[in-house]
């Protein structure tokens, strides 16, 4: 048997980071199974489904490497298939149509809930001849429910789930309108598309029980279910906007990496052993679904900020310095030509070192792309008074001479001066740095410096002294 998993969003929103971890254990299980992991979309909610919807789905999952094994099958495309199913279970007699009108079905649930028992529908024409239906009347097909024992369902996460069948209806699975119902089309795809694994959310579990009616009535095999504890926020309540983030897009514009992001939602549910920081293929060699725990996890948002820390100082410079141009440009205040791609890029090993976020490193590189005078910060702008201005001029003169202008001969000169001076030699960075940056925060001095080049060091240093 090939293991078959599938992720199917619905698109009628953003790509929820619930979703997004679903899918990352489906793709992953498949992986390390060596299976095959697959798409579905399902958009048979006409009226709510996008492209736009799609497209955010699908660009989520290329950019945290989810990569499906096969083209995505899009559920609208197989009415046809779900409608002919319910009819051979119409025709075999384990459906029947019902001609219940919305203001029928609404008194049984009224009636229902007066008697202290579940809004459901009664089974009313479970028994019934068609024929007993007015001429032409509109009708659904429901399926036949078992009326004794109980089903129960072998989850991999979950255990063994127990479900009267007494509990359940009969489920409608072709509406009065010819379109079938969710319920009935993933069971027909599922089947179709040989999942042997079906890996979701645990607020689908109600929905199993139901699914598992047309499966037995079609004869059908089940799949094995595993569904996964819902994601909550920091203080245990449903995720939510206010908590931060929470959709793909979000956490990608909020400047988490995609691999730091995948990390931390492995391990929000699944654990092996102390293991924390996982490449790829680590986490595909290790993970097995006896490492999802069954308890809802919590959203810790400040661990995720130092794991993505963690990846961004292990990332490849370029990749940043292309994030980095890619963030400012649209800055009125950065030019983010050639030339600043340069310094970002040279300096991209002391800026990386310090930034928690994508966000931060690109507000941290912004000072190199901006002409003089900069606006200083308050810290800044009181460091800068006239005697370290007096200060500055004397080092603009010893940079001028200098050569080359690189960060060893940098770093040389001005040790050389803070002796001279009697100065410390944060006396003579700190100024410097204000002066560069138009903060008191850089990577260290003699590489700011040396990104920055002699002709902009000196336009910076006369600015900041009213010499420039």
């Known amino acids: 048997m090939t293991v078959r998993t599938r992720f199917a969003p619905s698109p009628t929103g953003l790509l929820h980071i619930g979703n997004a971890r679903a899918a990352l254990f489906n793709y992953l299980f498949a992986r390390h199974h060596k299976g095959e992991f697959l ?40 009415q046809q298939r779900h409608t ?12 029947y149509k019902c001609f219940c009108t919305a203001d029928e079905l609404k008194i049984m649930r009224e009636q229902a809930v007066a008697q202290g028992l579940p809004p459901r529908y009664n089974g009313f024409w ?25 089903t129960v369902i072998e989850d991999l996460v979950q255990g063994a789930v127990r479900v009267a069948n007494t509990e359940m209806d009969d489920l409608i699975i072709l509406r009065s309108d ?30 199993t029980f139901r699914q598992a009616m047309i499966y037995r009535a079609m004869g059908w095999a089940l799949p094995q279910f595993a569904h996964l504890p819902l994601i909550h926020g920091p203080d245990g309540a449903k995720l939510s906007k206010r908590h931060g983030a929470q959709s793909v897009v979000d956490f990608r514009e909020a400047g988490y990496l995609p691999e730091a992001l995948c990390n931390y939602l492995l391990r929000l549910g699944w654990g092996h052993g102390d293991a924390e ?4 293929d680590e986490q595909i060699a290790l993970f097995d679904l006896d490492g999802v725990g069954r308890a809802p996890s919590r959203m810790d948002y400040t661990k ?6 963690v990846y961004l100082r292990e990332a490849d410079p370029a990749r940043l310095t292309e994030d980095v141009v890619a963030r400012l440009a ?23 070192a310090r930034a928690k976020l994508l966000t931060d490193l690109a507000e941290s590189a912004a000072f190199l792309g901006k002409k003089p005078p900069l606006t200083f910060d ?46 410390k030699l944060g006396q003579v960075a700190q100024p410097l740095r204000a002066a560069m940056t138009g903060t008191l925060v850089s990577p260290g001095i003699d590489a700011t410096l040396a990104a920055l080049g002699r002709d902009d060091v000196l336009a910076r240093i006369g600015a900041a002294t009213g010499h420039g």
Request: include cysteine; glycine fraction near 6%; aromatic fraction near 4%.
């Open 39 to 78: 798409l579905r979309i399902e958009d048979t909610d006409r009226e709510r489904s996008t492209q736009k919807a799609v497209d955010v789905i699908l660009d989520g999952l290329d950019w945290l490497g989810l990569t499906p094994d096969a083209a995505p099958v899009y559920q609208s495309a197989r």
């Open 330 to 352: 649209d800055r009125s205040d950065v030019v983010t030509d050639d030339l600043f791609r340069e310094r970002v890029l040279k300096l991209m090993p002391g800026l990386q």
């Open 178 to 207: 010819g379109s079938p119902t969710y319920l009935h089309a993933v069971v027909c795809d599922d089947h179709d598309m040989e999942i042997t694994h079906v890996m979701r959310g645990d607020d689908h579990l109600t929905n």
């Open 304 to 309: 995720l900020a130092h794991l993505n820390g």
């Open 126 to 150: 479970r028994d019934r001849d068609p024929s007993e239906a007015p001429s032409g009347a509109p009708f659904s097909v429901r399926l036949k429910a078992p009326k004794e024992g109980e």
């Open 378 to 423: 308050a810290k800044a702008e009181k460091l800068l008074d006239a005697p370290t201005q007096a200060v500055l001029r004397r080092i603009a003169d010893k940079l001028a001479q200098l050569s080359p202008f690189d960060a060893p001969s940098i770093d040389a000169a001005l040790r050389a001066f803070a002796d001279e001076a009697g100065l």
């Open 84 to 95: 002919e199913v319910a009819q051979e279970l119409l025709a075999q007699g384990l459906a």
């Open 277 to 280: 920081i996982l490449s790829r």
